[in-house]
């Protein structure tokens, strides 16, 4: 089945600098790649999601690139500011089949003033 | 506020206690699941329901019984659990299965502790 692995664990950046969230996965079959939010107390939220027919996807300060040959993927976040702090997973899945999808063990990003 | 409605926030319970975890979605999705969130661990699928049908169970202990009376709603019953089975329970729903958009909507969970 699919593996996908998630780096860093944690991360803490200063208010204004990037972050950037990398995950690889292992099944080269996998099309689809969400990125969730998880706030403290909270639900995981859909922030950007892409699928594998583009290399890279933008919303605002938030992009995901793609890069299929070498199965990884990452998120990038730009001009961080405090309510970005949360933990971040990236998931994989086969055919954008949900029930499919498989998780990283998440990344805790800290935005510090 | 989320579309997706978990109660109750947080469950204290014994090992030989019974109890339910309840899930209501207001997204008119077709398909529900349950997650099993432990710390430093990836989201764990547990079972997936689309329109009412079982279609997945992750290979999840029977002590874990989930029921799906209808679309919008999800329970998850537990009977005779173990302290290891203590974790934040996520209900998620989707539009449907397989869907090209169909992202998941998850809810805020019920902090689950196994005394």
């Known amino acids: 089945g699919e593996n996908v692995e998630q780096h860093p664990s944690t991360l803490s950046v200063q208010e204004g600098d990037s972050a950037v969230i990398k995950c690889t996965y292992s099944?080269?079959?996998?099309?689809?790649f969400p990125w969730y939010k998880q706030e403290l107390g909270k639900g995981p939220q859909l922030i950007i999601d892409i699928r594998s027919n583009v290399g890279e996807k933008k919303d605002q300060r938030i992009a995901v690139t793609l890069n299929k040959t070498a199965k990884h993927f990452s998120l990038h976040i730009t001009e961080t500011q405090p309510e970005d702090s949360a933990v971040y997973f990236c998931a994989a899945s086969g055919t954008g089949t949900a029930s499919k999808l498989t998780f990283g063990t998440g990344t805790r990003l800290q935005v510090t003033l | 506020e989320t579309g997706v409605t978990q109660t109750p926030r947080h469950l204290v319970m014994g090992m030989t206690n019974k109890k339910s975890l309840k899930c209501e979605q207001h997204l008119g999705h077709n398909a529900m699941y349950w997650y099993k969130q432990s710390a430093k661990k990836p989201l764990e699928l547990m079972f997936v329901y689309n329109f009412k049908e079982q279609t997945e169970n992750n290979s999840v202990p029977s002590r874990f019984s989930p029921e799906c009376p209808n679309s919008s709603h999800l329970f998850l019953h537990l009977h005779t659990l173990q302290p290891e089975d203590s974790a934040l329970y996520l209900c998620?729903?989707?539009?449907?299965?397989?869907?090209?958009?169909?992202?998941?909507?998850f809810g805020n969970g019920t902090r689950l502790t196994v005394t």
């Open positions: 998620a729903s989707s539009q449907e299965i397989p869907g090209r958009n169909s992202p998941l909507h």
């Open positions: 099944d080269s079959a996998s099309n689809y």
